[in-house]
């Protein structure tokens, strides 16, 4: 047990540390190529900070564990949607009245969809994994292309997001860093919070809308609090989108590539569907251009923190078993 607790508390510490790196380099590449740092947050950062998922992700399935594989990418994007952002709001304003996150979000709605559908077919198996990766290649296809059309007219306010001029193997580093960091500390607290949770006895399902999906969401958290902070509404904003984007393209996709995964009722008739309502929950934000401030934060958290005492309450009861 106090391994675990040491695991834990070391991931904790590289991922406030990695997340800080990730958002500093990021964004200065966005500056030094004139590329918005929106744009970078749906890819660079939104890639590097869903690095976790992925790995644990292709661990559980390979070693038979689908409920842990599938519930860390699905409680991952409903922790998205709610506290990554909720909690960054509470600290800053997230200005998303300034930015404009329509088509981005609209591929996510699309996207969750898509995964439910193949979701009730009861295995999301080879086929259905190439199905997801080809989406990812077309949303990768459309965000290259919108990256090349803003290459030459760069905003004059993203001047003051940062240094346009640091060196390249300074950003390089800090990006690096970021990168091994987020992936090394994810990995130390999922260990340590997955052997605390099967000493208490919780399903496997549970502990990865839980305990995984929060421990793999950290990167996300850490980077958005950190943009939220340094005033980047969008690197905040794009981080969450395109993460749940990669999360439900890249991670499920490969994932069911290399090892398909039969699908837990519970998440076909609860957790799916919650996901689709906490991304519909961000409409007013994304369409109507509405600010994420603390009453919408505190909503959020709020609405997680439902979701997490019914979740626990159905595991308890097994009403879907």
């Known amino acids: 047990m106090l391994i675990d607790l040491l695991k834990i508390t070391l991931g904790l510490l590289l991922l406030l540390g990695a997340g800080d790196f990730l958002v500093k380099g990021s964004v200065a590449m966005a500056l030094r190529l004139g590329i918005p740092s929106l744009i970078v947050g749906l890819t660079v950062v939104a890639f590097g900070t869903s690095a976790p998922e ?78 997801l990766l080809a989406a990812l290649a077309l949303i990768l296809w459309d965000n290259v292309r919108e990256a090349r059309a803003h290459r030459n007219a760069r905003p004059a306010e993203t001047e003051e997001l940062g240094d346009p001029h640091m060196a390249v193997w300074k950003i390089a580093g800090l990006i690096a860093v970021g990168f091994v960091g987020l992936a090394v500390g994810a990995d130390l607290l999922v260990d340590g919070a997955v052997a605390v949770a099967r000493i208490a ?23 958005s609090v950190m943009a939220a902070l340094r005033k980047q509404a969008d690197v905040a904003l794009g981080n969450v989108i395109g993460s749940n984007i990669f999360n439900l393209t890249a991670i499920l996709g490969t994932t069911a590539v290399i090892a398909p995964m039969p699908v837990p009722v519970e998440l076909l008739h609860f957790d799916l569907w919650v996901m689709l309502a906490a991304a519909l929950a961000l409409t007013p934000f994304v369409f109507w251009r ?6 919408a934060g505190i909503a959020l958290i709020l609405g997680y923190l439902l979701y997490t005492v019914v979740l626990l309450w159905v595991g308890s009861t097994g009403v879907f078993a």
């Open 201 to 223: 006895g919780i399903s496997e399902t549970v502990i990865g809308l839980t305990l995984v999906a929060i421990g793999t969401s950290l990167p996300e958290l850490v980077t």
């Open 290 to 295: 509405r600010d994420i401030g603390r009453g």
């Open 54 to 131: 992925l790995l644990v992700s292709v661990n559980a399935a390979l070693g038979g564990q689908a409920g842990i594989a599938l519930g860390n990418v699905v409680g991952s994007n409903i922790i998205n949607m709610l506290m990554i952002l909720g909690l960054p709001a509470l600290i800053a304003v997230i200005h998303s009245s300034q930015i404009d996150t329509r088509r981005s979000f609209t591929m996510m709605l699309a996207v969750s969809v898509l995964v439910i559908a193949l979701a009730f077919m009861g295995t999301i198996g080879r086929w259905q994994g190439l199905v």
